[in-house]
């Protein structure tokens, strides 16, 4: 037998959960936003500190005027760090492009793969 809090309804309950949801992507927001103005190099200390204080002190308003105006910069910027990441990784790794170009090579003799998929794949590996 359960026993129920009295005034506990469904409609409570979605309340709650869309409450829960809605601090969970506002705080998720709020992380992007300061990783995002901390990584940057093309704006001053005290740029970042007028940020930084506009978030604290207006959170939700801060977040969204942030979003706003930085939206194509902040783009940029992952888009920047994901290539870096990428050729680090291969640097570390040691990717050589002739090495994969011999790899398809051992495919298109082998007919998995077709010859514009060869030359598709190989223009990507040289670029």
Known sequence: ????????????????????????????????????????HDVSGWVKAIWVIALVVFPYLGIFAYLITQARGMAERNTQQAQQARDELKR??????????????????????????????????VQ
């Not at 005034?7 to 309950?13: A, K, L, M, Q, V």
């Not at 570390?92 to 077709?114: P, W």
């Open 1 to 40: 037998m359960f026993f129920f809090a009295e005034g506990f309804t469904f409609r409570n309950f979605l309340a709650d959960a869309f409450a829960v949801f809605m601090f969970v992507v506002w705080f998720w927001l709020l992380i992007t936003v300061f990783s995002d103005l901390f990584r940057r």
């Open 92 to 125: 570390v790794v040691g990717f050589s492009a002739a090495d994969e170009i011999e790899k398809l090579d051992r495919l298109k003799k082998a007919g998995s793969i077709t010859d514009a998929e060869f030359s598709r794949l190989r223009a990507k590996l």
